[in-house]
């Protein structure tokens, strides 16, 4: 059985999941009795990309048990074609209600994509992969009022809140029915909050001009 819960009903889950841990009050027991049930399947009521940073361990920060949440992470939480994979799979087989693209404060990952676009200086490995993913960002926002970084930050989330129904004619599809709701977050490492920025609930665009959808790599 999919998740009886609105995609309104999930954020509104979300918001409150995360104030309980900002409070330092969490609930959820992650050993609970409801744990052997779910070998019979799962029901997430939402699906979350975000970053591989260990101070932003999704479940934890939403205080939600196993079985909540579908969780896609990778460095500086951008898409690539399996991350994708996945959240089409959580939309369309287990009918999870909302997509967030979570983002946050001091992100490892988007600081070297700046000093890539800033300084020139790439990193060897596939880690420059990431930075090329982030980079775009990086560069939309150089000359946006206030911090370089944090605009940089908001600007990756709100990049891969647009490219799930830009790239993705089964997410763009059920938003188009209403049946999934896109928002993306900012989350603080130091109040343990997040702050929801933008929202399809909120009359999002679906396309931002400044991505281009169809010219390539994400
Ligand atoms: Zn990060």
New binding site residues.
């Given amino acids: 059985m999919p998740t009886s819960l609105s995609a309104a009903e999930a954020l509104e889950e979300l918001k409150t999941g995360n104030a309980r841990f900002a409070s330092g009050v969490p609930r959820a027991d992650p050993f609970n009795s409801e744990l052997a049930a779910l070998a019979g399947g799962q029901s997430p009521f939402a699906i979350v990309l975000g970053?591989s940073?260990s101070r932003v361990p999704i479940e934890i920060i939403f205080d939600q048990v196993p079985g909540s949440l579908f969780v896609v992470r990778v460095?500086?939480n951008f898409l690539d074609s399996d991350g994708l994979g996945s959240i089409e799979l959580g939309v369309e087989h287990l009918k999870a209600k909302l997509i967030v693209v979570l983002g946050?404060e001091h992100?490892?990952?988007v600081d070297l994509a700046l000093k890539y676009v800033r300084d020139g200086r790439g990193q060897p490995g596939y880690v420059q992969e990431i930075i090329n993913a982030i980079a775009p960002a990086v560069r939309a926002t150089r000359d946006e009022e206030g911090d370089w970084y944090e605009n940089a930050i908001a600007h990756n989330v709100k990049r891969n809140v647009t490219a799930l129904t830009a790239k993705s004619n089964i997410i763009a599809d059920a938003v188009d029915r209403r049946e999934v709701k896109v928002a993306g977050g900012i989350y603080s490492v130091r109040t343990g909050q997040v702050k929801f920025k933008v929202s399809s609930c909120d009359g999002y665009p679906k396309v931002m001009p400044l991505f281009e959808a169809r010219s390539g790599s994400f």
């Fill in positions: 970053c940073d460095a500086g946050h992100c490892g990952a």
